[in-house]
């Protein structure tokens, strides 16, 4: 049994205030909140223009796991970005979700974001309106909900301390030992962090290959 006193695991996700997309995102909370299995995540739901907030973007970057719905084509650079800075940091649990409504734009980021990076899970709604994995983009009887409770329950934990605490923590350190060298390095450092998070559009796009696309570069 876990400690009680164990920190408990976060997952941040990042969907579109669509019907559709806010549908998934139940669906992911639901399974990734534990229901008796043995993981379970503190769930927040960040929608995309929220992204810009310090807090938010920061909490994104430093989530166990960010799970990123892709479906609304002209925001994908801008989280491709965002998933890149979480790359940056080691936080290498990203989950990209997608409603499979363009076949040839499903291809491109299957083929050009998601490959040995991201686990990719597009999705598509039967009559029913019950939520289904897209497979080989067309429809599959396979649940979307069976799909992503596979996918978490084989993430492997990452044994790495959250950035933004790791550097509140050496600034607290420098302070009360008043190691001017030290407080002014991670004060550069947490405002390089900061910085990240703020960049605006255009240079997430400027930024964006060499961060995600190519992070082995």
């Not at 980021?109 to 040995?116: A, D, E, G, L, M």
């Not at 992503?148 to 550097?167: A, D």
Request: charged share 35%; net charge positive.
């Amino acid at each position: 049994m876990e400690s009680t006193s164990e920190k408990q695991k976060t997952l941040v996700g990042v969907f579109h205030d669509l019907p559709e997309t806010l549908k998934a995102w139940e669906v992911v909370k639901k399974i990734a909140s534990g229901n008796g299995e043995k993981y379970s995540y503190d769930c927040e739901l960040i929608l995309f223009d929220e992204l810009l907030e310090i807090n938010k973007g920061s909490r994104f970057c430093t989530a166990d796991v960010a799970v990123v719905d892709f479906s609304v084509r002209e925001q994908c650079a801008d989280l491709s970005y965002n998933l890149g800075v979480r790359m940056f940091w080691e936080m290498t649990n990203s989950i990209i979700v997608m409603w499979d409504r363009d076949p040839n734009q499903t291809l491109i980021v299957k083929t050009q974001v998601t490959p040995n990076k991201y686990k990719f899970i597009p999705y598509s709604f039967n009559e029913q309106g019950q939520i289904l994995l897209s497979d080989d983009y067309g429809q599959n009887q396979v649940l979307f909900k069976k799909k992503f409770k596979e996918t978490i329950k084989n993430l492997q934990p990452v044994k790495r301390k959250h950035m933004k605490t790791f550097f509140h923590r050496d600034l607290r350190r420098a302070r009360e030992q008043k190691n001017n060298s030290d407080l002014t390095k991670y004060k550069r450092e947490l405002k390089k962090f900061e910085r990240m998070i703020k960049e605006t559009p255009e240079k997430r796009k400027k930024y964006r290959l060499r961060l995600c696309v190519d992070t082995t570069a």
